[in-house]
């Protein structure tokens, strides 16, 4: 029986090529689809979940509110939280601390900048779980200048030599080598290069960390917890802690910090405070993609059953000739699904294929190393198998059900119309595909609109034709700075340069900022800028009232120059008030207002502008901004190379374009629009695979009556009309039924950016003629073809 059952199979598709054509590569693709982003799925939720310890580790993370403002949630901690809290209670096993460092790294000639420098809690490996190839965990960062290496660092630096023992200067510092881990794995919300022992900063110190500063929020610090432990009750007791050490120093800081435990494995998909180790992702991007891979797989599926159920009477006599011979309705069920499952396997095979030629791209759109080893992977070869079973049944199942239901008498006596009992059901087929269609077409479009928009916006600064030069810490440009600007000022390629703490895109210093000392009504949190006296000019801000920093005027040093936010965030009401008034920072350092700009967007367009205060800070600079000419920029990088040597000789020079740098805080968007693009023209081309398909029986079917209507004149155009037509209703009902749920849900996602477009009708109106258009030109090739057919050969019999 079932050898006759695949014999019959195999014969219907090799008799029915275009059908089976059609149905094998619209399954295949929607598997593609479905299988890249479930592997996406799968990489986002596998995060931090290789550490033993995964479900017993929280990060501790600190909420900081000023007396007159919103709270500022930060990942970090300050240094003397950990011991604080492992003396208190008793319930945390084991804690760590991480602080990031860029540093010089040199062993004899070779010299790099690391950025992946953390030093590290000797207790760092009773957290986390990072093998090790050489050395002993438990004492590896127990001793004062002592660092861990991963492996392909290891390498790096001393190729197949025993690293174990051996030196690295790190700055002015000797380290040596204790032990060597593997590497990070990618699903990790942070990673490393190299591991120094916290102990090496306390020497530098000069004092234990427990006795630093509790409002330095600079050290990542994880807890993990005992079992058996009730982690809210601990979370209530670990909320007020900082108040039990520091709360006579709230009243004058004008800040109260209260802490808060985070789940590791929530980090990746759930956060997004201020200071976060990397960029993490969302969980309503794992949503979003999830929604299309089921989108897509369902297209393909009802080009199944569309075509299925259309092509119904052609197998009807089969059906009841089957039945009169004794063939049971389960066994015509089984046989057809059994077809349905049979070319949903098929397409599984063709699938693997295309995941396998579409991996790299994918990979490289979603900014991940996705691979897919069917050997090593084989329980999720078998799940592709389940899942191709269940297409299958899923696709196959109205057709099989319709068909076994026909009954032997009605059939053969000719009375079935032609897939007639399913026009209604494919009608609604249709309009559900499209309107997905429409639907994804309007979202890639707001998405396209939003990104352009947040790139071309004038933001307030001069952010073209900028180049920054990083000076990470060191101290021989800093302690010269102005004979640097004044070098770089001589070049005949630059226009213009400053120094300062930070520059647009990248973060800056906070600080409580109050018209009075301590905790009043007005203390906001701030951002603080670290300025000299050419920032306003070489980044053209544009002054609404005052002015800015001038060599002339010495009193500067104890000046602020503020923007509108901060004006506003204070209770002033115009720029001019603001001139002459001072305002306190924490711990009651007082300056005067001598200038306020006007708003500018330092951080991206997602954030509305926040309060900005710009100060003369030289200890703080970080970053030289050069603004340069572009007629040769390969020479000016030159020249600007040649005169960062000749003060800094030791150190290499590292520099970005702003606008690039600036940019590039709208990745996730820009991988979410090329994703979206990418999985929206597959979807139209997978319905336009079953609109073919279904035009090409509509024009078989109706091949006697347009010979009629040739024979008693019909032109070309009229019969492409009329066959058209009805397709073209289900297009524009599909438009009406996609637009205000596309509509609700993009207005939602612009929610997320404080400064977004205003969705058009016309974003709706290109949605849809699109979606209108390419329906056009899949239907219109089958109808031009049966209306330029010969009408003596379809007429001829009769």
């Known amino acids: ?112 900048y690391e950025e992946r420098f953390f030093w590290a809690d000797s207790s760092m490996f009773d957290v986390f779980t990072f093998p090790f190839v050489a050395g002993n965990p438990t004492t590896a960062l127990a001793r004062p200048y002592s660092v861990v290496l991963t492996a392909s660092t290891a390498k790096k630096y001393f190729g197949d030599q025993d690293p174990i023992g051996q030196v690295l200067t790190i700055e002015d510092w000797d380290l040596t080598v204790t032990g060597v881990v593997q590497d990070v794995p990618v699903q990790s919300h942070f990673s490393f290069d190299f591991l120094g022992s916290f102990s090496t900063i306390e020497v530098l110190e000069d004092r234990p960390s427990n006795e630093w500063n509790w409002w330095s929020l600079g050290y990542y610090t994880y807890l993990r917890i005992g079992e058996g432990v009730d982690v809210a009750a601990l979370q209530e007791q670990l909320r007020e802690m900082p108040s039990r050490y520091i709360g006579d120093q709230e009243e004058v800081s004008g800040y109260r910090q209260f802490l808060y435990l985070q789940p590791l494995t929530d980090i990746h998909l759930h956060s997004d405070y201020r200071a976060e180790i990397e960029p993490n992702s969302d969980i309503a991007y794992v949503y979003v993609f999830s929604a299309i891979a089921v989108f897509i797989l369902l297209i393909a599926c009802i080009n199944f059953m569309n075509l299925a159920t259309a092509r119904s009477a052609q197998r009807a006599r089969e059906v009841g000739l089957r039945k009169v011979v004794g063939a049971g309705k389960h066994q015509l069920i089984g046989q057809f699904l059994g077809e349905s499952i049979l070319m949903s396997l098929f397409a599984l095979l063709l699938s693997l294929v295309l995941i396998q030629l579409l991996l790299p791209l994918f990979s490289q759109l979603a900014f991940k190393t996705l691979t897919l080893n069917y050997i090593k992977e084989w329980p999720y070869m078998l799940l592709a198998v389940g899942f191709a079973v269940i297409v299958g049944v899923l696709a196959g199942s109205y057709p099989a059900f319709a068909l076994s239901a026909f009954r032997p008498a009605q059939v053969l006596k000719g009375d079935v119309v032609p897939g007639g009992r399913a026009a209604m059901l494919r009608k609604g087929l249709v309009v559900f595909q499209f309107a997905i269609s429409v639907f994804l077409i309007a979202g890639s479009l707001v998405v396209f609109q939003q990104l352009q928009f947040m790139r071309t916006q004038n933001l307030g600064f001069q952010k073209e034709q900028m180049v920054v030069l990083n000076v990470r810490n060191n101290q021989e440009v800093v302690s010269r ?182 940019d590039r805080q709208y990745r996730t968007e820009e991988r979410i629009s090329q994703i979206l693009g990418l999985f929206t023209v597959l979807a139209i081309f997978i319905a336009c695979l079953g609109l073919f398909g279904l035009a090409s029986f509509t024009a078989e079917q109706r091949t006697k009556e347009i010979g009629v209507r040739k024979v008693l004149g019909a032109s070309v155009s ?24 596309a509509y609700f849900i993009m207005h939602r996602w612009l929610q997320d950016f404080a400064y977004h477009i205003a969705i058009s009708w016309t974003t709706f109106a290109l949605a849809g003629g699109t979606a209108l258009g390419i329906a056009l030109l899949t239907v219109s090739y089958q109808s031009v073809k049966a209306a330029l057919a010969d009408p003596v050969k379809s007429l001829r019999y009769e």
Request: aromatic share 10%.
């Open 718 to 741: 009229g019969i492409v009309a009329l066959l058209s037509r009805d397709f073209l209703k289900l297009i524009l009902v599909a438009f009406v039924v996609a637009t205000p749920i």
């Open 481 to 662: 700075y102005e004979s640097v600007e004044r070098a770089m000022n001589g070049l005949p390629s630059v226009l213009e340069a400053t120094f300062s703490s930070s520059v647009p895109g990248r973060s800056n210093y906070t600080n409580v900022i109050s018209r009075q000392e301590g905790m009043t009504d007005d203390g906001q949190t701030m951002g603080i800028l670290g300025v000299d006296y050419d920032f306003i000019d070489t980044y053209s801000l544009e002054l609404a009232a005052g002015r800015g920093f001038s060599r002339e005027m010495g009193t500067d040093t104890s000046a602020f120059v503020i923007n509108e936010a901060t004006m506003k965030a204070v209770g002033w009401q115009t720029p001019d008030e603001a001139i002459g008034q001072n305002l306190t920072r924490q711990f009651g350092d007082t300056r005067t207002v001598i200038g306020v700009v006007k708003d500018f967007n330092f951080a991206s367009l997602q954030h509305t502008v926040e309060p900005l205060v710009l100060q003369l800070q030289p200890s703080w600079f970080n970053y030289i901004t050069l603004r340069i000419s572009t007629e040769n920029v390969p020479e000016a990088m030159a020249s600007i190379s040649n005169t960062w040597n000749t003060f800094s000789p030791g150190r290499p020079v590292e520099y970005f374009f702003l606008d690039d740098d600036y």
């Open 1 to 112: 029986m079932l050898k006759n059952y695949l014999k019959i199979a195999l014969r219907n598709l090799r008799k029915r090529k275009g059908y089976a054509f059609i149905n094998v590569v619209g399954l295949a693709i929607g598997m593609t689809c479905c299988l890249l982003i479930l592997l996406y799925v799968v990489d986002e939720l596998r995060y931090d979940r290789f550490h033993e310890h995964a479900d017993d580790i929280y990060r501790l993370r600190v909420e900081r509110f000023s007396s007159g403002g919103e709270a500022e949630l930060t990942a970090a901690a300050s240094a003397p939280m950990l011991p604080a809290a492992l003396q208190d209670f008793p319930q945390i096993a084991a804690g760590a601390r991480l602080a990031q460092r860029t540093y010089l790294v040199e062993r004899g000639t070779e010299r790099f």
